[in-house]
């Protein structure tokens, strides 16, 4: 995929998404198809269809363990990939309400599935946010809750709170990015400054 926003904002985002090697390879699908990143300071992380973008609450994110990061923006990608694949199931699955996902399109982008999918010849087994955390060694989400909130679900006690941190900078990855992804990623937003496209 073409990414584009800021610079800073877009490095980080590639940096957290290569943690995974799924999340590495989630960069290399639909290059003909641009995914915008922003910076929020305020409300959820998310993936936006109308506008295509996914809005990255920096801040949150931070106080997360990075490889929670990466699934989080895996997850939000994988909304991205839906969009992309096949807009009216991806707009039909977001209408069908779960019982433990809130909707069919939650189910699978968490879970890789969902009784509504269709065989559309892509990999969900793959591009899923629970393979993900499998892939990091961390345990899978059985729910739409918040992380903090499935804790609490499954302890019965309240969860620690952790106080408000305002500037909390994204995880740094345990590896160096291969130049070559570094290079294409900022290649791609320079593109998108001179207005050419690879
Ligand atoms: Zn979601």
């Given amino acids: 995929m073409r990414l584009e926003g800021e610079p800073g904002i877009v490095a980080s985002y590639g940096r957290v998404m290569y943690l995974s090697e799924i999340g590495e390879h989630a960069l290399l699908q639909f290059p003909d198809k641009t ?24 801040a949150e994110l931070g106080t997360h363990p990075a490889e929670e990061q990466c699934a989080t923006l895996c997850h939000e990608t994988f909304h991205f990939f839906h969009d992309m694949l096949d807009p009216p199931n991806f707009r039909r699955r977001n209408t069908l309400s779960s019982r433990d996902f809130d909707t069919e399109e ?3 982008t968490i879970t890789g599935t969902c009784p509504s999918v269709r065989d559309d010849a892509w990999d969900h087994s ?15 989400r059985t729910s739409h809750l918040s992380r903090e909130e ?18 909390i900078p994204m995880a740094q990855p345990r590896g160096q990015i291969p130049a070559h992804v570094m290079a294409r990623l900022q290649r791609k937003t320079s593109a998108k400054r001179t207005g050419t496209h690879e």
């Fill in 106 to 108: 939650e189910e699978l």
């Fill in 150 to 167: 499935e804790e609490e679900r499954k302890s019965g006690e309240r969860p620690t709170v952790v106080s408000t941190v305002v500037e």
């Fill in 35 to 58: 995914l915008k990143i922003v910076a929020i300071a305020s409300g959820a992380t998310l993936y936006d269809a109308s506008s295509t973008t996914i809005s990255i609450n920096v």
């Fill in 126 to 140: 793959l591009f899923n946010e629970n393979a993900v955390l499998r892939d990091r060694g961390l345990p899978e």
